[in-house]
Structures are given as structure tokens and as C-alpha cells.
């Protein structure tokens, strides 16, 4: 980053913290609802974007997220219904979501089959498998996970409520975001990594096993999704229902782009769009303005589309240099 | 049958067969009869007349979806707003239809027709533009494009196109007029005549045309295509106006022809049916026909199937996962058949997000 975008993003920050304290003085509940939404609808994104960033990273595009995301949904909340137990059916998920990963590290690493045709298997199989084994009759007993306070910290008008009086999972994203970006930037793992996805060739001679790592990579950020679609179904909404991932894994890979690749950048970019998520539900709850709610609804998809022919524009924002191929030890 | 022929039809026939299998296991965990299952599914989709006519129907849009696929592939890009350009086609193509009246039938037909196909191609034009002149993956633009095109025909038709007749509350067009109604001919459509022509014309654009060699060399190598100055940008650009346009003409038909109405939420999950049509007939057009009439027979057949053998219509979306699975990796079905390895069967579509 430039000199020059970090001091652009400062400002960007400090406005948004005035802004939010502007609007909180003038409407408490109206705020802490807006942002409490932010979050939530960002966790998901925020998920998706490491799956999405730890394969491209690698140089595999995983267009398979959203089926990802629904299957392990599926997978979470019917072994949540079964047991009784919020955990397993977190575990569940997870699983679900790894064995996915491996599938299409299967597909695009092992069969070298494109990546993209890859990952729409997987999305066209898990509207399909949901569809089929989809059981009205289930339904989550215990509820779905509930706020867990931070002590003191989510005492802290706003913020206290917004980010410390959170779901399990929620946090577990937190922590997890912090881990990626460690392991991508500042561990073995990470370099190497980051060497395949850019020049595969280099990282084979000295040594490092190009598919091996790319099918472990490409399976770890499978569990990452798996976690975001148990947050789906065991946190955010606390019921399965079928297409449910609602195009969702798709604006992950918009987040992951829009975020750089990085963990952080994510982030903050999976807040932006949570933003415009959470919006739009206050809108249509409230019918704050006369904007019929189909038109609030395109607003992250239109946003994604300038997001993506703007990074097409900026050249700075460059893909890995072998994303997309694949790779054949010569 | 020549040997070359045989050896394209190999690799999907098998990847059906194989899907038809792995669903059979599927019948057999839910404790139904698969023999009973897929002879229902038969039976539902060619038993009668009746049955034949609603293959045929089903079938219809999916050669448009498949084409709206296939043809982009052409070009190296993947279409996968089939979805969204349907939706557009579908409801644009209503609206001519419902909102003239007092036109005779070979004005009014063709005009609804030509809105559905030109509102498809604007839809596709806009991936194909970014793509051109930003180079913003049209992959990604085209699935936030079909979530745009689900809200806007939502909105038109639950606000200015809303159907008001006695106290409708579904979000639906008004049915359009007999004028702009699709006949059937006996047990067939003339929709399904349309497609058959249409897929007929693509393959003969693609193969016997300057503008499709065009097309074909961009998807071969773009840079190559650059250097021999081909305008790049311009065959991309078009070619997802036309994929777009055909995906349009498939949501038209639709609404003219069988639903005789756009009603929000009926059209789902078609445009990616078109994905699987198109792989299966390895990007041909003209093997698109037989890959959208299987499937077609699949659809058609699916609530005889719950009815007489209680197995979820969803079933097909499976088998049609499986069918798609294999056909894009069939080295598997290579190594079991003890197959030779062909070049020619690899589709490739790759690179990121940005420019390429």
C-alpha cells in the first residue's frame, strides 16, 4: 500500500467513526441495529474470503464457495437437529466443508479439470444434494447460539454492543482472521504458498511440492467455508432452508478481491458490504424511504460489478500470477 | 456410426449412464425402487401424447440455455448469467406481449420475441463489455447480473407490470395476448422449432462464417487472435451479447409459450441448467439438442417419478451434478472404459479476475 492510500484510508476510517457517533447521538437503537447487522452480514463474507484468498493464494479459484457454504449449512444444522448439540453440528459443518475443498482440489488439482467448471460442480451438486435430502420436519430445539458478553468491553455504548456482545462464532471469525494473516504472511507455510500461486515452476525446484500443497491448501480453506456455513445455519439464521446461501459465496469472492487478498482488507471490505446489507433490511423493516426493496436489494451486486471492473482498471490490484492454470511438473 | 463420432458421444453417454447409476444409489438410500423410479421418469416423459409435448417443452429452454452457454465457450468465456438474461428475456418478452393489444399474430409474436432477445442481450452485453474494456471477469459480473435481473423482474412484476385481475397477490404479469401466444403444432410446440433453428443457425455462424472463426480463434488463443488483428474486445463484447440474447430468447419463449405469463420465482434454476446442457454436448450447438431433450425427458418426468415411486423430483438436479461432474472430468470415465486419452476433450476456460 501507498503512502497515499493509507493516509486516504485514515481519513476513510475517522469519518466512518464520527458518522457512526453522529447518527448513534441522534438514533441509538436505529445505529446499534444498522451495525450489529454489519457484523453479522460481514462474518459470512469474511469466511468465504479466507476460503476464497487461501486457494487463490495457491493459484486455485474456488467459484465453489456458495455451494460450500450450503452444503456444510446442511450438514450443520441437521446434525445440530440430531444430536441436540449446537457443537457437533459446528463440527459437522466444518467437515463438510473440508471434504468439499478436497473435491475440488480432486477436481482442479488431481483431475485438472478447469477450476471454474470445478467449482460450479460443486455448487450445482450442493443445490441439488440439499434440495434432495432436505427435511421440512427438522428444526433446532435448543435455538441457535446465542450473544456471549465480553465482560467489561461489551459494556462500551456502541461498540460494547456492536462487537463484544457477540455469537460464538462471530469471535472464533475474529481470531481466525488475525491466524490467517500470521500464517500467510509471516510463516513457511505462507511463503510457500504465496510461491505457488505465483510461480509454481520456481517454487517445484527448490523443492516444494506444488500439487501436494495446493490439494492440502485448497482442503483447509474448504473447512473455513465449512465454518462459515455452519455460522449460517447454527448462528446467523438458526434454521436451514433450501438455496439459503442466497448468492453469498459469490460476494465473498467479490470481498476477497476488493480486500486484496489479504485477511484485513477483507475484512474491512465484508464490512462494507454487510453495511449495505444491514441497510437495506433496516429499510425494509422501517420503509425509511420510498425505495421499493427490490432496488435496495441489487445494491451489493451492482456494487461487486463497479468493484470488480474498478480492480479490472487499477492495476495494482494484480491476481496471483498463475491463478487459474494448472499445473503439470515438467 | 463413424468412429470419430462415436468417440465425441463416448464420453457424455458414459458420464450419463454414470450419473443414472450413483442417482439409483440415491433411490435405494430413500428405500424406493430405482428399476420402479427410472421407468416412471420414462413413462412421465414419452409416455403419451400428452407427456411427449411437455418433454419437448422443457426441453426448449434448455437448448436456449445450453446455446447461450456453448456459444460463449467459444470465445474462451464462460456464461454462467444464463440465469439472469432468461429472467429479463422472460419478463420483457411479457410485457410486449400482455401491454399491446389489437396487433395481428405475425406482428405481435415477433415483436415479443425480439424484446425477450434484445432485453437477454443487453443483459449479456453488459459482462461482455466490462470484460472488453475493464476486463472485469465475466464470471463474476454475470452472477451478480442474474441477483440484479432477479430483483428487477420481481419489481416489475409485483409493481408496474403486476397483474390485477380479482385480488391476484402473486407478484405476476397480466397473460399476454393470444397474439403474442407461441401455438403448438399437434404435440409440438413451435417454440421447440424455433430452438431447433436457432441452434442450427449458431452452429452455422460458428462454423461457416468469418464472424464465428473470429470467435473460435479468440477462444483458441486471445493473443494470437490480437496479433492476426482480430478486434478482441469486440468479439468478446458480442459474443456474450449474443449468448445473452439467446438465454433472452429461451425466457421469451417461456412466457409466450408455455407459462404465458412471467410470474416471479417460476423460471429459477433454469439459466444454470444451460451450464450442464452445454458441457454435455461438449460446446456443439448441435449437440445441444440431444443434451437439452435428455434432460428435458429427466424434468418432464420427474413428478411421475415422485408420484408412482416417491422419490424427490430433486433427484434430477443431483444426477444432473453427477452428469456434469463427470463430463468435465473424464479422465475418470477413461480409466474405467480403458479409453485413450484425447486433447480435444479438455475444456479450459482458467485465469483470474483482472485483466487477461
Not at chain 2, 287 to 313: C, D, H, N
Request: net charge positive.
Amino acid at each position: 500500500m501507498t503512502a497515499r492510500q493509507k493516509q486516504l484510508l485514515y481519513v476513510g476510517a475517522a469519518l466512518l467513526v464520527v458518522m457512526s457517533w453522529t447518527f448513534y447521538a441522534a438514533d441509538g437503537p436505529q445505529t446499534t441495529a444498522v451495525l450489529a447487522g454489519t457484523v453479522r452480514a460481514a462474518t459470512l463474507l469474511a469466511l468465504g474470503a479466507m476460503c476464497g484468498m487461501i486457494g487463490e493464494r495457491s493459484g486455485v479459484v474456488n467459484i465453489g464457495i456458495e455451494g460450500q457454504f450450503l452444503l456444510s449449512a446442511f450438514a450443520a444444522f441437521t446434525i445440530a437437529s440430531m444430536t441436540g448439540s449446537l457443537f457437533l453440528g459446528t463440527v459437522a459443518g466444518i467437515g463438510m466443508g473440508l471434504i468439499m475443498g478436497w473435491m475440488l482440489a480432486a477436481m482442479a488439482v488431481g483431475l485438472k479439470v478447469d477450476q471454474i467448471i470445478a467449482g460450479t460442480v460443486l455448487n450445482i451438486a450442493a443445490l441439488g444434494l440439499t434440495s434432495f435430502f432436505y427435511d421440512r420436519s427438522r428444526s433446532l430445539g435448543m435455538g441457535k447460539y446465542t450473544n456471549i458478553d465480553l465482560g467489561p468491553l461489551a459494556e462500551i455504548p456502541l461498540v460494547g454492543t456492536v462487537f463484544f456482545s457477540r455469537p460464538p462464532l462471530t469471535y472464533l471469525t475474529m481470531v481466525l482472521l488475525v491466524v490467517v494473516h500470521i500464517a500467510l504472511f509471516r510463516s513457511v507455510w505462507g511463503m510457500r504458498t504465496r510461491a505457488i500461486g505465483e510461480h509454481p515452476g520456481a517454487a517445484d525446484t527448490v523443492g516444494i511440492d506444488v500439487l501436494k500443497l495446493r490439494y492440502f491448501n485448497v482442503t483447509i480453506a474448504g473447512g473455513l467455508a465449512g465454518l462459515g456455513g455452519s455460522y449460517l445455519a447454527l448462528e446467523a439464521v438458526g434454521t436451514f432452508s433450501r438455496a439459503m446461501s442466497g448468492g453469498r459465496g459469490f460476494l465473498a469472492l467479490a470481498v476477497m478481491i476488493f480486500g486484496r487478498r489479504t485477511p484485513f482488507g477483507a475484512y474491512a471490505a465484508a464490512l462494507f458490504f454487510g453495511f449495505t446489507t444491514a441497510l437495506q433490511n433496516q429499510f425494509q423493516l422501517n420503509n425509511t424511504f420510498d425505495i421499493p426493496p427490490q432496488f435496495v436489494g441489487m445494491l451489493p451486486f451492482v456494487v461487486t460489478i463497479i468493484v470488480v471492473a474498478l480492480s479490472g482498471l487499477i492495476g495494482s490490484m494484480r491476481d496471483p500470477a498463475a491463478l487459474g492454470q494448472v499445473y503439470e511438473k515438467g | 456410426m463413424s468412429r470419430s463420432l462415436l468417440r465425441t458421444v463416448a464420453i457424455p453417454l458414459a458420464a450419463v449412464v454414470f450419473g443414472l447409476l450413483i442417482g439409483a444409489v440415491l433411490i435405494l438410500s430413500q428405500n424406493a425402487s430405482p428399476t420402479a423410479a427410472y421407468s416412471a421418469l420414462v413413462v412421465g416423459g414419452l409416455g403419451d401424447a400428452d407427456s411427449f409435448l411437455r418433454t419437448l417443452q422443457k426441453a426448449t429452454p434448455l437448448i436456449f440455455g445450453g446455446l447461450a452457454v456453448a456459444f460463449a465457450f467459444k470465445a474462451g468465456m464462460f456464461n454462467i448469467g444464463g440465469q439472469g438474461q432468461l429472467l429479463v428475456g422472460a419478463v420483457f418478452a411479457a410485457g410486449v406481449g400482455f401491454g399491446i393489444d389489437g396487433l395481428p399474430i405475425f406482428v405481435h409474436l415477433p415483436a415479443a420475441l425480439v424484446a425477450g432477445a434484445l432485453a437477454g442481450a443487453v443483459w449479456g452485453g453488459i459482462a461482455g463489455a466490462l470484460k472488453a474494456t475493464t476486463g472485469a471477469h465475466e464470471v463474476i459480473v454475470t452472477i451478480m447480473l442474474n441477483f440484479v435481473a432477479g430483483n428487477l423482474t420481481d419489481w416489475l412484476s409485483a409493481n408496474p407490470w403486476k397483474d390485477n385481475s380479482g385480488n391476484n397477490i402473486v407478484a405476476r404479469t397480466p397473460l399476454v395476448e393470444d397474439s403474442a401466444t407461441i401455438p403448438t403444432m399437434g404435440a409440438v410446440p413451435v417454440g421447440f422449432i424455433l430452438a431447433i433453428v436457432v441452434a442450427v443457425g449458431c452452429w452455422f455462424v460458428l462454423e461457416r462464417t468469418t464472424y464465428g472463426f473470429e470467435v473460435r480463434s479468440v477462444g483458441h488463443n486471445r493473443n494470437a487472435a490480437q496479433y492476426s488483428g482480430i478486434k478482441v474486445g469486440w468479439i468478446m463484447a458480442s459474443t456474450m451479447a449474443v449468448a445473452g440474447m439467446l438465454a433472452g430468447l429461451g425466457g421469451a419463449v417461456e412466457s409466450l409459450g408455455v407459462d404465458g405469463r412471467f410470474e416471479a420465482g417460476v423460471n429459477v434454476g433454469l439459466g444454470f441448467e444451460g451450464i450442464t446442457i452445454a458441457l454435455l454436448a461438449r460446446a456443439n450447438p448441435l449437440g445441444v439438442i440431444p443434451a437439452a431433450l435428455l434432460v428435458g425427458l429427466m424434468e418432464a418426468g420427474a413428478s411421475r417419478m415422485q408420484f408412482k415411486a416417491g422419490v424427490a423430483p430433486e433427484l434430477i438436479d443431483v444426477i444432473q451434478a453427477l452428469i456434469l461432474f463427470f463430463v468435465a472430468a473424464p479422465i475418470i470415465i477413461r480409466w474405467v472404459l480403458r479409453m485413450r486419452a484425447d486433447n480435444s476433450e479438455q475444456l479450459q476456460l482458467g485465469a483470474g479476475w483482472g485483466k487477461s
